[in-house]
Structures are given as C-alpha cells and as structure tokens.
C-alpha cells in the first residue's frame, strides 16, 4: 500500500527539523506512530488522523502522544478540533525532541506548498503570564500578537499556563480563531500533564500553526450517505444527529451537553465534599442532589446556557455543538463537577471563578479539582493547617444550613489561593514532582490520614491521576491509561474479572477513534463504521483492526498498576457496592459474596477485586503477533 505518514520531527534545542515517512504497513495514526516515536526519541507528538479535513464529522482531534509526568507512563490526550488547521501543513505529525536553552514559542507556517517554515523564539513567560488576561489566555494573546500576521488564514494557537512548569498537571490550551479574532472556545488536552512535558522537557510554552495548503481530503457526501444508508438505513447527518443528541441537547430531560445530563440523572450518586458524600445514606444525597445541584447549580445552568442556546463547536463543523458556555466560560461536566461539588462549590457564578482560575494557570481541571477537594478536607479536619498551605481561610462545608451562594463563593475563593499557594510553593506545599510522593513524604509528619483521603489511581512508583468523576468501579480499574475513557464507566454492577475483560475491550475501540483522530462524542456510529470506511477507501480494514489489538498490547505491555494506596480510593469501591444493593436492589449472588468479603477484610477483599480486574485486562490484551 502506498500511503505514508509524514512526520515533521523538530529539536528545539536547535531548531532545526526534517520530515521523515512512515508507511501504512506499521503505523496507520497518531496513536500507535506516537507511541513509537515516544518510545523511540522520547518526544512528545502531535499527530491527526487521516480524515482530518473530510467530510466524516468529528474528525478533527489533534491528539498529543508521549511520557506523561503526571502518570509516569506513556499517554494519550487529545484536544477538539485543533486538527483542521494542523491538517493544513500538509504532515500528519509534530514530533519534538530536544530542549530549548529558554523557554520559547515554537512558529509553524506552510504557505501555498511551499516548504514549512520552522521557527523556536523565546519568550519571557513568566513575564507574559503575570500579564493581561493572565496565564495561559495571556500567552495565547501574546502568541498572536507576535506571529499571527504572518499567517493568511487563521492559524491555532497551543499553549500553557504556570502549572506547565511548576507541577506535573499541565495542560495544554487551544482555542478556535476565527477572522483574526480568539474565541472563547477552550479547548484542552489536560489529562495526564503533557503540558508539562511540553514546557519542563522540550521548552516549548507554546505553538502557533497553520498553513494554506488543500490536500484531497475525502469530502464525496453522496457516497458516504450511501454508507451510512447500507448500515444504518440514515443519512451521515442524521445518524449523527441521533448520536450525539446528549451533547447536544436532550428533549426529555430539556437539557443537553455533558454538564445537563450527568447532572440532571445524578440522584442520589452524587459525589460531594472531596467524596464524603459516599458514606451518606442515600436519601441523603438525594437531598444534596435536589436542594443544591437541581434547584441552583443545573437550574443556572439551564435558564443561562441551555434556554438561551449558548453553545458553540471546537473549531470544526458539527452538530453536537457541545461546547456549552455562558459569556466567556465554558460548561463541562468534569470540570465542573471537581472544581464545583468536589470542593463544596454548588454555585455556578463561584464555580466559574474557579474554573477559570484554574484553567488561566494551565492546569488540567480534573486532576487540579482531585487535589483542591483533599487539600481542603485536610484544611477542614485539620490535619493541615492554613499556615501549612499558605492561605487565609477554611472550607465551608457544614452542609447543615449550607448557604449556596455565599459558601460556594467562600469555598471558591479558598481553591483560588490554593492554586496560587501550589504554584508559589507556599508553606509545605511541592508538587513538582508529584501529589502521590508529597503526600507519601508528609504523611509520617502528618499522620496516615493525609494520604488515605486522596483519591487517586497509582501507577508506578510515583504515577498518579484523578478518576473520572462517576461512583462507579470502572474509574478505579488497573489499566495502562487512566483519567481517560480506557475503561468501563457504566453503574452497573459487573464482577472484576468481567470488568477487565470489558475495559480491555473498551480501551480498543477508544483506539480505533484515538488512532484516526475522532472525537469520541460521535461513537455511537464511528467505532463500528470508520474501520468499514478505512476498506473502502483504502483496503485496509483487517489491517487497521490487527494494528489496533496489536496497539492495544503494546500499551498494555508497560502496564505497571499499583494496588489502590488510599482508605478512601478502597471505600469509593465499597460504597459503589453497597449502594448497588440497598439503593439499587440488586440481588445477583456475586454482589452479595463481594460485599460479605469487604465486612470481613476492606483492604483484602479490595485486593482480590483488584487482581481479579487485573486478570481479566491481561487476559484481554497479553502480547498479539
């Protein structure tokens, strides 16, 4: 076959460059040619996948691939839509290796066919940051001013904030431009900190590109209407239409995006008050739930984004048009759920104070909101003190009498001085290398509590991430990725062996979306349709589904799983089993033997729930030839 990727391979130390292809025949996306480059130079890769630009909706992820400091493993994020520009430097991927003496901005422009033209300039970001719109939104200004007239269409901007260089959670930043003007529109490949691999171990704070070519992008409507005809007896649009409905807005519940509809089919799973709310009785949490989430948190929501039908895209034509916002803030579930209830904030003006704070200094949200909720409930049982964090105030979280407006704005206030006393390193406060190492080297000072209350999936010696905000079993699994959709998140109950067969087998078809650059929002038809598309365009189904079981163990294969190291991480999954049974009714034998096992032992039943999810992982993904 001939068809080949071509790679644009950048040191920034130097700034010199060379393109270099890679065929079909080994590597068919930015996934498994990113792992390989990772692997190979230790770089960090941006790649799209080869319908960038088509006709094909979602198709547009740019999707960043390297060593994760956060997770001390190879990772996958991705960000919506920054793949359309980057589609028009005619590569399919950026590779850098090397490091910048300073920090610096990294210039890529392609005019016309014309070579691409490769620059590293450094910048004071420091300076920068502290400036206008300050962090992250700063430079991103900045970047423009600097080269965006050198562009003929509107190029993309990545960029990173403070947390970049200070801590192993940065993210990465983008926004779409459109006639010259930056959007609100954030975009972000947060999880796993790969913005702090950009800027601590290449130098790059950011990276402005674009470019006027046009390649032969499949764009032939009538015959992929005949796919989707032949399959789904629908046309693209309407069967994407149907499949993106929650992201979009959601008739029977009159919500839509992710934000809407997790909250509004919470009830009593809710989770609150950096997870306390796991030990409340149900109708407890219902009552949260009702009073504070559906009667003001989601009540804002609605009446000031959803009824007024603020919403926008990525950056690419799509009907899901998920991105949810209101004035210059945009609404997601995750990020607004650990910097909201997590930290006790059930306000939509505090939470917005938050978020925003949070995503100026270039942190990934979930995993800033993980850390915001326990420093706080530490604050708040005081095994931290306000000295020892180097700010002003406790939390509120008495929920007796709890005053939505005034304690959320309180409690936000207290996580903006905590992100300020993180990145100042302020009292005892060092997460340059880590949140999981601090607490093991404070924890004999401070006692075995401080650790025991953050929640968190271990990886390795120090690796460590945030679980996706759902009380399910999923979110804890032992997989080789987490903080991503690698896994199962449904809220059934599903027996660990089971489990990890599931996730395994969930983990290839997020590659299959991953690996040809799709957003994950238009699975309902992708995952089951692209590789039908990859025949009959290239013939080369069975081997794009053969690289991806192949893929699929390669990850695996550096799988280095820890035992979950937190009292709280082990009742997050007892809890979900309890509630299975009283809340939820469910009486299958399996759940009754697990549930027996943790009265008797909490840390050896969890250990066995543990191994056997494991087993069921391993099984799934040992090595493939």
């Known amino acids: 076959m001939d068809m080949f990727q071509r790679t644009l391979l950048v040191d920034a130390a130097s700034g010199f460059y060379k393109i270099k292809k890679y065929g079909f025949d080994r590597y068919f996306g930015p996934v498994d040619l990113g792992i390989h480059l990772a692997r190979h130079y230790r770089s960090l890769n941006f790649g799209v996948g080869i319908f960038a630009g088509s006709i094909l909706p979602g198709s547009n992820r740019l999707v960043v691939t390297g060593f994760s400091p956060c997770w001390q493993g190879y990772y996958i994020s991705s960000m919506g839509g920054a793949g359309l520009v980057f589609d028009n430097l005619g590569i399919n991927m950026l590779s850098l290796v090397g490091k910048a003496p300073l920090p610096s901005v990294l210039f890529l422009n392609r005019n016309h066919g014309e070579e691409i033209e490769v620059e590293v300039v450094p910048v004071d970001a420091a300076r920068i940051w502290a400036s206008g719109r300050t962090g992250a939104y700063a430079l991103m200004d900045e970047v423009y001013r600097l080269f965006g007239g050198r562009y003929e269409n509107d190029p993309r901007i990545l960029a990173t904030g403070p947390a970049a260089l200070n801590t192993d959670m940065g993210g990465i930043l983008s926004v779409p431009i459109k006639k010259g003007q930056l959007s609100y529109v954030d975009t972000w490949a947060g999880r796993g900190g790969l913005g702090s691999a950009m ?23 009538k015959v992929a209407d005949e796919w989707f005809q032949n399959k789904y007896a629908l046309r693209l649009v309407q069967k994407d239409l149907e499949v993106t409905t929650k992201y979009r807005y959601d008739e029977k519940l009159s919500t839509g995006g992710t934000f809407g509809v997790n909250y509004a089919n919470m009830d009593g799973r809710v989770l609150a008050f950096n997870y306390r709310t796991i030990h409340w009785t149900h109708e407890q949490r219902q009552a949260l739930h009702q009073n504070l989430i559906v009667a003001h948190y989601l009540k804002q929501f609605n009446e000031e984004t959803i009824q007024k039908k603020q919403q926008a895209t990525c950056g690419e034509p799509c009907v899901a048009v998920c991105k949810k916002m209101r004035d210059i803030y945009k609404k997601d579930y995750e990020p607004y759920q650990t910097l909201g209830p997590l930290c006790g904030i059930f306000d939509q003006r505090a939470a917005e104070m938050l978020n925003h704070h949070c995503d100026a200094m270039g942190f990934d949200a979930i995993s800033c909101g993980g850390v915001l909720a ?25 929920v007796q009498g709890f005053d939505v407006v005034a304690d959320s704005r309180h409690n936000a206030e207290l996580g903006c001085e905590l992100i300020d006393a993180i990145l100042a390193r302020r009292g005892i406060l060092d997460f340059s290398e880590g949140v999981r190492k601090w607490s093991r080297i404070h924890s004999p000072a401070k006692g075995a509590i401080l650790h025991d209350r953050l929640v968190h999936i271990a990886f390795g010696r120090r690796g460590w991430m945030v679980p996706n905000q759902y009380w399910v079993s999923g979110v804890l699994a032992p997989m080789s990725i987490m903080g991503k959709y690698y896994m199962i998140y449904s809220d059934d109950f599903i027996p660990p062996r089971t489990l990890g067969r599931m996730c395994a087998e969930r983990m290839k078809k997020e590659l299959i979306l991953d690996n040809l650059g799709t957003c994950r929002f238009h699975r309902g038809w992708a995952e089951e349709m692209l590789p039908e598309v990859m025949e009959s365009l290239y013939q080369s189904k069975e081997a794009f589904l053969h690289g991806i079981e192949v893929l699929a163990s390669r990850i695996n294969s550096g799988n280095s ?27 299958d034998p399996r759940l009754a033997d697990w549930l027996d096992q943790f009265d008797e032992n909490p840390t050896e039943a969890a250990r066995a729930f543990w191994y056997q999810t494991l087993m069921g992982i391993d099984e799934s993904l040992r090595e493939f030839f």
Not at 199 to 221: M, S
Not at 376 to 396: F, I
Not at 567 to 583: C, G, V
């Open 199 to 221: 800027a601590q171990t290449h130098g790059i704070v950011a990276v402005i590109y674009g470019g006027t070519l046009v390649d032969e992008d499949f764009r032939d409507k």
């Open 374 to 398: 326990w420093l706080m409930d530490l604050l708040d049982e005081g095994v931290l003190s306000r000295e020892d964090l180097g700010v002003t105030r406790l939390p509120r979280w008495q």
């Open 561 to 587: 799983p820890i035992f979950w190291d937190s009292q709280r991480t082990i009742e997050f999954l007892h809890t979900f089993l309890k509630r299975k049974k009283e809340a939820d009714g469910i009486t």
